[in-house]
């Protein structure tokens, strides 16, 4: 978010948290302050935070995260709200931090459910969310109340929140100061200090600094770089590198990078003016972002620049940049379309530089390799972060998360956002830094810190955050039991064995019918599954039909038995589904 | 392999791949060599690479991989050796250059079908392949020729090999000379230069150095860390860091690495003798090697120095080191076992060191991070190589691919063992050296490069090197068809209806049976399986039966109109399976 003239404050009231800023130890008659996560401090993406003052409720993020190992068909992963029901009524307000899905992906899913409280954002951030909302075909209208720096904002009787801008690789980002009863809480979001950033203001300094010099309760601070030493770079020193690859290609240039990384795309979009080049937006997410962030003057585009698919084989390749998504190796993102020869227009040919300007999210490192070598194997040179400055970070460094602990001079400190790993490495630099180690508090999702006038704890007390998984339409449905199946079924398939008896005789009736999926394939294996349709025979036939609960005896005993049989055959254990049919 | 004195060569007659060592341009009258890669260059893992001249083919090495993405319950995937179909006794030696498992792993499951021939490899190599090949119930028994540094062995008529000493993170490791008749050809093998190994010689730069004088017709080299800039860590550098952690540690060390990396376990070994702290050793590959080699004479052990499990918790903490396996997040390894408190003896408590003494396997990283989360949570301090020198590659890094290079001066290049990406970074370091690009081949699995009088191409020729997928006791029998069902069961599950028709009427008899796995929870669905089972009940009520093919037509109209129904409903594609029974 851009700094502007600060404005009058916007403070209705004159709430318990506003004169208290600066962290004195005097008597505050208030409830005690509880902040958990919902999200966010056992993984990368679902950030959720939740402050609870006496009946006021602050919500910092709703984001989501996409599935971890051992989810199979999972679309992606919301927090849940569990603990706030019943309570829904005492939500002042939802604070975005800024328009990643990490922080906004999960509202059009929960926002209904939280009763529509209002959502306090920059405007870059409120287009992205309304963006997402409409894609969801939600009705109602969202109530956003769209706030800058320098603004103080009354949040019920216990609350005032107060935005600063940090940078981080959107435009807009904030972090939010909330003047509680016991002392301010900076939460930074997502941050880096960039002294030189792309469409961008550099983080305020100075009124972070002011923050400290009035005293600080507590930092909340990013945790996803904390094990990388020194500072992150800059926007502009990846706009220098790119430079040097505009000025040495000869052939077409392609850019893969996150259709949300915005100041990204507008240094390409620059560099291609300079070079005389015309952009060709592929991915529909980026372009949506790009035409979005343009729209409401985030974007510098000089007219004439962007081409049209249909111009890309018309113009000489020394004349096109190609932005695109894909750049994480994702099915059927431009890049891999591009790569696997599925798009229509472009094709790569021996010339190109191919520029992954985006860093690897752990769990596509091996897709992205092959992504890398498909595009090499036809002929093009690959550019990445690895082996040159093509992508900054958008996350605080160690110098970075110090620097911001000078600034502030806190006297807690929780890491957030990031897993375990990543929160102790957080937790040490503060100790670094000479913060005493019970000041400093690393949490897990829903356990609670408790704020009060004896000072702050990490208490025992856990909320529920169990995954709430959605998959297609379902929100939740997904069960524990469910993953299983799909676990089960893709190590070693289904086998489906259905008998017919006859009722009253208990007789079977023809021979058993045997249908497998992705357990062998059948028609190469028809010896096993004649040995296999004999044995159930053989195990029909053998049971004494007059048994009481013939039918469940007599299907576990076939799952059994058969279980036994296939897996020594075949040393694999697909899932077998009996079927008795009685007629 | 430790280099010795040279014994006197046994070459027992002198083939034509002997005269011509200096690679002299003198007209030759010998067929055409081929040579070609069954695996490692797509992949990593898989490494084979064939020579064929005339009547006389040598393998080097059969190794196999892990299953990449979409392929799930596969075990690994063994070399194809299809080409070599009814020329088995052709097969003059398979050389194997290291006991890794990406060398080794695919020799029980195919040296039969080879027709048992010879392998050529070093002692402590031997005796890992033996011990495989044990483990895998074959009876019959090997063929190993031992070989050592400094012998020279006719191979057929057309070839002689040569072993020499290089490093790599196991001991004996070599590389390959081959002469042929038109000149040598060096094979790296996996490989490192270290000045300062442990349990191994240094590299034998005087013996490599000699066939650069002598004049080398081609290298092939490791590609693995042609990435990396500078060079490979020594692993004395890793004992030091080792060093200070035991020093520096007041409670239990854990330590995490590759059952494989006996050097690794040496350095641990001598270090807590140092200390005086007894090792215990979790892990049965783990045992297994360690035994196998200190039974060999290849490490070095004090008496008294290894403890049982059982005695683990009488010694106090600062007396133990556990060596264990299971740092790459392999399921059921002992690291995993004792981070999931698992494990009887062992359990993570604050104050234990834990050391990650090795690198992080691509695909293998969201895995790792999240038990290192896991071990952090229980109050342990993790060391890992991205904080510290705890782990040394095994491979050439650029410099070291470069001192190979201008050792050897070889007139054609081959970068091998590595994905397309790697295998042009390393053939970039080639041209760097300044080698002419058309010297320099980059080939796929299975294409061939043939060297005859006029010098050496790379053709259009390509063998089959289709993946052998290994499952349970399955080789090569789960094709694309299975893969394919199993990763549809995974995403979305199964759901199948049975519904019983009478046959002469065409009636539905009573209710459709519907079960579905790993798409809905049934019992939390009920009101979507009802309204699914009316429907099931309508198309069948509303097909007419008197079409021809009836049986076919309404398992397909069942299939179609069902997945669009469930699909409408839920945004999910579950595999459908129609079962109609005719009484």
Redesign the interface.
Known sequence: MPTQARPATVTAQRPTGQPNVAGQTNKIIAPKLKVYALGGL?EIGRNCTVFECGADIIIIDIGFMFP??GM??IDYIIPNFSSLKGKEQNIRGVIVTHGHMDHIGGIPLTIGSLGFPVIYTAPLTAGIIRKRHEEFGNPKQLKIQLVKDGMKIAMGRHFVFEPFHVNHNISDAFGAALHTPYGTILYTGDFKFDFTPVNDEPADLTHIAMFGARGVLALMADSTNA?SPGHQISEKQVGAEMDRIFAAAKGRIIIGTFSSLLTRAQQIITLAEKYGRKVLIKGRSMQTNIDLAHSMGYMKIKPGIIAEDHEANRLSDEKVVILCTGAQGEKNAALMRIANNEDRFIHIQPGDSIVFSSSVI??N???V??L???L??QGAT?FHY??LDVHAGGHAKQEDLKLMMRLTKPRYYMPIHG???LL?ANARLAEEVGMPRENVFVA?NGQVVEYDNKGARLTEEKVNTDHIMV????VG???Q???R??????????F?I?A?IEQKTGKL?GSP?I?S?????MR??KELIEKARAKVKKILTDTDKRSPAFEEHIRNKVRNDMGQFLFT????RP?I?P?I?E?
């Open positions: 056992e971890e190992e199979p068909g094990e752990p769990g490192e091996r897709t390799q092959s890398k070598d498909t090499v194997r690959v690895q082996n897993n375990r790993f102790e897990e998959d297609g339409l379902g449905d997904v069960s039991v469910v993953l199946d799909r676990i089960a079924l893709a190590e070693d398939g289904i489906v259905i017919t009736i019918d249908i999926r992705g357990f062998v394939y190469e294996n055959a075949t040393k694999r899932m589904l079927v049919i007629v």
